[in-house]
């Protein structure tokens, strides 16, 4: 169907933006995919409108949303350095949307912090 998400993601890009190293290959690899599933989870009308009728606005703010997330996620899974080397990029490489969902990650989820590492932490037991 002509409104059902795709996901192109250019591994080759992200691999020269990791000048050959695997390890940060595969952190950025792990963002970018959840960043572009975030887009797909807002774009199937589960939210109660359809990808093409959302303003600039909104496709801004998705952006930021679809950064958020995953940055959220992965910060609690990753080592200090590794959440340097995904928050430096993001903070330095990416445009302003996407540095918005980085300050998202950092200050106003907090809640979510917490009760993902809480989850984490016992499924670990």
């Not at 996901?7 to 960043?35: N, S």
């Not at 939210?47 to 606005?57: F, V």
């Not at 430096?88 to 990650?105: C, H, I, M, R, T």
Request: aromatic share 8%; with cysteine; glycine share 4%.
């Amino acid at each position: 169907h002509e409104l059902t998400p795709r996901i192109f993601i250019w591994v080759d890009k992200i691999w020269k933006e990791c000048e050959g190293d695997w390890h940060k290959y595969q952190i950025l690899l792990t963002k970018v995919i959840l960043h572009e599933l975030m887009h797909g989870m807002m774009d199937v009308n589960l939210l109660g409108y359809a990808a093409r009728h959302i303003p600039p606005q909104l496709r801004k703010d998705e952006e930021s949303i679809a950064n958020a997330l995953p940055l959220t996620l992965l910060k609690n899974l990753i080592t200090p350095d590794d959440w340097k080397f995904l928050a430096d990029f993001v903070a330095n490489k990416q445009p302003s949307p996407y540095k918005e969902g980085l300050d998202l990650a950092k200050k106003r989820m907090q809640d979510v912090n917490k009760a993902l590492r809480d989850l984490m932490n016992e499924k670990m037991k």
